[in-house]
């Protein structure tokens, strides 16, 4: 059973680290803390946001159900009750900013939050940074920690929240350069994605199992949905389900034209438990029904 830990003050505690020097944020430099693993529970939940630099790290992190390697470091993000575990001894160097939501919710910045889907990617798919990325994060960390050691007035939480807001704003920027300097594994993945896709259609998949989603394409995949989709939009500027659903458009545009089933049936076999979802979809994407579609064709 993991852990819960609810705030910044009690991971503080755990890690052997002095007290935060406010309840709801916090930046810890990793190097100081002083526990070792067997000290701490096997895995745990946090309250709050996570985001780490992590720098030189020995061994492996467990984030959900994957592993990854952080030798060449990166940037990690993690949203609350996200399950984290330390194994193999990992050690690392690098900073990490702890959010408690209560400090960002009467902000915009506490809505839009979850926005940042990288808040929902896997470890295996963190942000790798550049030299000069680098220095721009832990410029904008610096910030962070200088405003955390100055005295509090009217304008502290503002400034605060604003570099957040920039610090997220540039790992999303960060993130969509990263999409395509390694465009030949992002396009390895789109390939992959339609193998998948042709797979799924040209067998008994969908009247299976129904409509292909975006979470069983990247469990397939292996990696995160919202990565997926956030990979696919910068690399042809639709998300993973409008690509699922212009394959689907795509089958049925093929059966229309070279079998004798009815809509209904052609719907059943693609996975729609309605037909009217179906020809909703047909429509929208086409701008004629399926019949007007076959039609075409006499």
Do not use: C
């Amino acid at each position: 059973m993991p852990q819960k830990i609810n705030s910044i003050s009690d991971l503080h505690r755990m890690l052997g680290l002095p007290k935060p020097l406010h309840p709801l944020l916090s930046l810890v430099d990793n190097t100081l803390i002083s526990v070792e693993k067997d000290q701490l529970p096997s895995s745990f939940l946090l309250n709050f946001y996570k985001i780490s630099y992590k720098i030189g790290l020995r061994g492996k992190i467990r984030y959900g159900q994957h592993y990854y390697d952080f030798d060449e470091g990166g940037m990690v993000y993690t949203s609350p009750n996200q399950l984290l575990a330390v194994t193999d001894d990992a050690e690392y160097r690098g900073k990490t900013l702890l959010i408690h939501p209560d400090f960002i919710r009467n902000y915009p910045l506490g809505k839009n939050i979850k926005n940042y889907g990288f808040f929902s990617y896997e470890a295996n798919e963190a942000l790798h940074l550049s030299e000069k990325e680098k220095e721009i994060i832990l410029g904008i960390f610096n910030n962070i920690e200088t405003e955390l050691q100055s005295a509090i007035d009217d304008f502290s939480q503002d400034v605060l929240v604003s570099q957040m807001e920039l610090l997220l704003n540039y790992s999303n920027r960060f993130y969509k350069r990263q999409f395509l300097t390694r465009k030949a594994v992002s396009n390895d993945l789109l390939s992959s994605m339609e193998k998948v896709l042709d797979e799924y259609f040209n067998t008994d998949a969908s009247l299976m199992k129904g409509l292909p989603t975006v979470q069983l394409l990247a469990e397939q995949l292996h990696v995160s949905p919202r990565y997926l989709s956030d990979m696919l939009r910068t690399l042809t500027g639709q998300n993973a389900q409008q690509h699922i659903h212009d394959r689907l458009i795509e089958k049925a545009k093929e059966i229309l034209s070279i079998s004798n089933l009815s809509v209904a049936e052609i719907a059943y076999q693609l996975g729609f438990e309605h037909p009217q979802s179906f020809n909703k979809l047909f429509k929208k994407k086409t701008n004629v029904s399926p019949l007007e579609y076959r039609q075409s064709f006499n």
